[in-house]
């Protein structure tokens, strides 16, 4: 059974770093054709796919985040930890991650129940 | 970048088909995948690789992609199925997702 949980403080502050971390079972992030990837739904808006990193430690990101996005993994802990520079208020939303298939295409098949991230200016 | 467009809502009546359209450049030479977003929930996917149903996934879901558009159908629509629909595509080593459709069964 795939499992994902996302954790992180609530509340951060505008310019601060925010540190979520993906803890998950069910699978190996050192399997061929697997990666984690993290995502976000602002209140009322769409999803927005983040960062992606794979079994073999490949990072991709969203190109208008890039500068401000770190992805990595703990593979003996089961855990990915994104990291997003200069909080703004507009960066309030739902934070998910979930495993994604890179073959033959990526596709995210297991999701997270996500963690609301509010930013105060 | 690379853009999806879905159109914002769509009402239909239970025991309806549901057809939830998706569009891109070429979307047609790149595999979509669709979600369920219900409120309060995290998305589930639906459809994957096109046409590929995950395992758990009712029947009734069904997809199709070609051309500029990706389509999700959802045959027998219940009431259950009232929700945010996402496709997804991927291009250049980036995922992007369309603006949603909300589904409203009643």
């Known amino acids: 059974q795939v499992t994902l949980r996302e954790s992180g403080p609530a509340l951060v502050k505008s310019t601060q770093t925010l540190t979520l971390t993906c803890t998950f079972s069910?699978?190996?992030?050192?399997?061929?054709?697997?990666?984690v990837s993290w995502i976000r739904q602002p209140p009322g808006k769409a999803l927005e796919w983040l960062a992606l990193?794979?079994?073999?430690?490949?990072?991709y990101y969203t190109t208008s985040l890039k500068t401000r996005l770190t992805i990595s993994k703990d593979t003996s802990k089961n855990q990915v930890v994104l990291t997003m520079t200069n909080m703004d208020p507009v960066d309030t939303a739902t934070y998910y991650c979930?495993?994604?298939?890179?073959?033959?295409?990526?596709?995210?098949?297991?999701w997270g129940q996500g963690t609301l991230i509010t930013v105060s200016s | 970048s690379y853009e999806l467009t879905q159109e914002p809502s769509l009402s239909v009546s239970p025991g309806q088909t549901a057809s939830i359209t998706c569009s891109g450049d070429?979307?047609?030479?790149?595999?979509a995948a669709w979600y369920q977003k219900k409120p309060g929930q995290s998305p589930v996917l639906v459809i994957f690789?096109?046409?590929e149903r995950p395992s758990g996934i009712p029947e009734r879901f069904s997809g199709s992609n070609s051309g500029n558009t990706a389509t999700l159908t959802i045959s027998g629509t219940q009431v259950v199925d009232e929700a945010d629909y996402f496709c997804?595509?991927?291009?250049?080593?980036?995922?992007?997702f369309g603006g949603g459709t909300k589904l409203t069964v009643l």
């Open positions: 990193i794979d079994w073999d430690d490949n990072q």
């Open positions: 069910g699978f190996s992030l050192t399997t061929g054709g697997v990666g």
């Open positions: 070429k979307l047609g030479n790149k595999y």
């Open positions: 997804q595509a991927w291009d250049s080593s980036t995922v992007f």
């Open positions: 690789q096109d046409a």
């Open positions: 979930a495993r994604t298939r890179t073959t033959p295409h990526w596709y995210l098949d297991h």
